[in-house]
């Protein structure tokens, strides 16, 4: 099974900060399955980003994700208020299971 | 816009069986998508439950496949969940899902619902 690690567990910016998540993997993900959530207090995680780096319907451009390796970042431009909140990241693998990171909290500093 | 809705009961009791639907509006169940259970325990992370798609076909978690079944009922557009055996270690909000663009990814998430397991 393949284990997500994100780094850090909370990261503390001011609105307007450019905020870089990331999430390591314990072995290759192809790409195309590894996506990102948001989840704000009391509501379902939203997805964010699928297949790496492509931008779900209505996600703002300002949110963007890439790997290098193991490695995948969700970086955050120009922090809004509304942007404080859990991210997930996610891989799929065979046999079909998906797994989570344990997320990275974002608040506001 | 695909829209889902979970129902079932909020508390179960130790040692019984949990059982939860999520009725799928505004598409069919029967698009080329797959239908997952997802649950969270409060103030912790996510945990894929499995997933089924409109054939019949199931995944499940390895960690939770002895006590799950997952079924589809696609005259009413719904699948299920049940869970067998449940303990405290159960209780959770629990969503479901269907995947998104691209696959391999949830596009789709229910609001979820607390299903609390205490006797």
């Known amino acids: 099974e393949i284990e997500l690690t994100q780094s850090p567990g909370t990261l503390s910016l001011s609105p307007g900060e450019r905020a870089i998540l990331s999430c390591r993997a314990s072995?290759?993900?192809?790409?195309?399955?590894l996506a990102w959530y948001q989840q704000k207090p009391g509501q379902a995680p939203r997805l964010l980003i699928f297949?790496?780096?492509n931008r779900a319907t209505g996600i703002p451009d300002r949110f963007s994700g890439s790997r290098s390796g193991t490695d995948f970042t969700l970086t955050i431009t120009r922090l809004e208020p509304e942007d404080f909140a859990v991210y997930y990241c996610q891989q799929y693998s065979r046999p079909p299971l998906y797994t989570f990171g344990q997320g990275t909290k974002l608040e506001i500093k | 816009q695909v829209q889902l809705q979970e129902s079932g009961p909020g508390l179960v009791k130790p040692s019984e069986t949990l059982s939860l639907t999520c009725a799928v509006s505004g598409g069919s169940i029967s698009t080329d998508n797959w239908w997952s259970w997802v649950r969270q325990p409060s103030g912790k992370g996510l945990e894929w439950i499995g997933e089924?798609?409109?054939?019949?076909?199931?995944n499940y978690n390895p960690s939770l496949k002895s006590r799950v079944t997952i079924s589809v009922d696609k005259s009413k557009d719904q699948f299920s969940l049940k869970l067998t055996s449940v303990t405290a270690a159960d209780t959770a909000v629990y969503y479901c899902?269907?995947?998104?663009?691209?696959?391999?990814?949830?596009?789709?998430w229910g609001q979820g619902t607390l299903v609390t397991v205490s006797p």
């Open positions: 297949g790496t780096s």
């Open positions: 072995q290759s993900v192809i790409s195309s399955y």
């Open positions: 089924i798609y409109h054939s019949g076909s199931t």
């Open positions: 899902a269907g995947d998104g663009r691209g696959g391999y990814n949830l596009g789709y």
